[in-house]
């Protein structure tokens, strides 16, 4: 089988500063299909309203969503695992004790202690906040496959800390972070990928800028942190390429000879 090439999305494919993912990347993406199995691996769920345009223009032939928690090539879902409900609880009760966020988003409503952070977030962000907040424990009689976090890196440690069931994976911007059950990670479900495709972990390239994406550049055959990346990926990375919008993608591709 075609070795693989994962990507992750926020500030590895898609550029924030216009939403958009770069042509060079694109285009790079169009010449790797042919001879490697293109992979999204991202914190999102690609098959929701606000991920699925991205999805459809680079047609991954698969995706691991939500940081490892579901898993699918193509309309199949391989693997999919749902938060520990007990363990969901307490995390909730915890955070209503400290001054952050922590919740997440089910459909198109918004479950979070403490929405104000948020909403304060997605203003700074984009200028407004659209969201629809609903009462958090509401989640306990939902499917919750991972959560967000809104606050510092040092509140991130905390919880981390009170948890040891978690992972609190900052973001690039270290305003927040994924939230996720250790038992599962984008690292997992590569290793998933490669069980089902028949290829070893040996013959993959994974590609992020964030620390959610640190488990899987540590165990990709060849793990590329961006230049725009934080620091600790680039330390763990096999490679660092320029910034999303120094053609970062299409230079490492170069660099490894996956492309010519």
Known sequence: MKPIVSFDVDMTLLDHKDWTIPASAMETIEQLRENYTIVIATGRDMDSLFSAAIRDQVKPDAIIHLNGTKVTVGDKIIYEHTFDKNLLKQILKYAETMPYSVGTTVGDCDYYIHPEHVKAHDIELWGECGRR??????????????????????????????????????????KGADVVERKASKAVGLIRLCEYFKIPLSETFAFGDSMNDYDIIKAAGKGIAMGNAMEELKKAADYVTDPIDQDGIRNACLHFGLIR
């Open 133 to 174: 907040f609903e009462d958090p424990y509401k989640l306990l009689d939902l499917e919750v496959r991972t959560m967000a976090y809104m606050g510092d890196e040092a509140g991130a440690k905390a919880m981390e800390e009170a948890f040891p069931e978690i992972h609190v994976h900052m973001f690039a911007d270290k």
